[in-house]
């Protein structure tokens, strides 16, 4: 479905999330939060992958039973900084993905998004790609890191965030309408910093302890 945004209401996600949202919560706290957090959007994000079904033996009897589709393999690529936090938690449920990486940062002035690394794996083209960041905020770190992996050729796109602005997702969606927005909330705005409100600060300072 054209422009959708998925909103993972998990009670579990919500309530770390708000644990994260608060500001006396320490780094190491932050760090271990987010990581949870990741492996429940992951479960979600995953719930359409294709199973196909192996005949094996139990200790009692043979049976067909449902694997993952060898042909659907994956790759999560992680906007940098913060989008590791997210990959990292990834990971810890899904460890044979592949992984890729995009350096972007936001001019403080434009508030455009300017690259300044990129690898993803070789066979890309014949994985299905999660790409993930903390934070959509004005977008435009989105917009460009999409645009870039799509030239790549992934089987399919995926766009995995922790918190979202109504006008992130309406410039994301402007220019990527194919791509589903998968999110544990929709916050109230931007404040004049390109910061999302009531957010929960700078994902990336606030993982790794930074300002």
Known sequence: ???????I?????QHKLTLMRKAETSTAKFRSL???ISLLLAYEVTRDLPLKYEL?????????APML????????????RAGQGILDGMLELMPSARVGHIGLYRDPKTLIAIEYYFKVPHDVDKRNMLVVDPMLATGNSA???????????????????LLAAPEGIKHFHEQHPDVTIY?????????????????LGDAGDRLFGTK
Do not use: W
């Open 9 to 13: 209401d998990h009670p579990l996600i």
């Open 183 to 199: 999110t544990a909330a929709v916050d109230e705005q931007l404040d004049e910093h390109g910061y999302i409100l009531p957010g």
């Open 143 to 161: 917009v460009a890191a999409i645009d870039r992996l799509k030239q790549t050729n992934p089987l399919s796109l995926k766009f995995i965030c």
């Open 56 to 64: 094996i033996k139990t200790p009692l009897a043979p049976m067909n």
């Open 69 to 80: 589709a060898p042909d659907k393999k994956l790759v999560i690529v992680s906007i940098l």
């Open 34 to 36: 987010l990581k949870e």
């Open 1 to 7: 479905m054209p422009g959708e945004v998925i909103i």
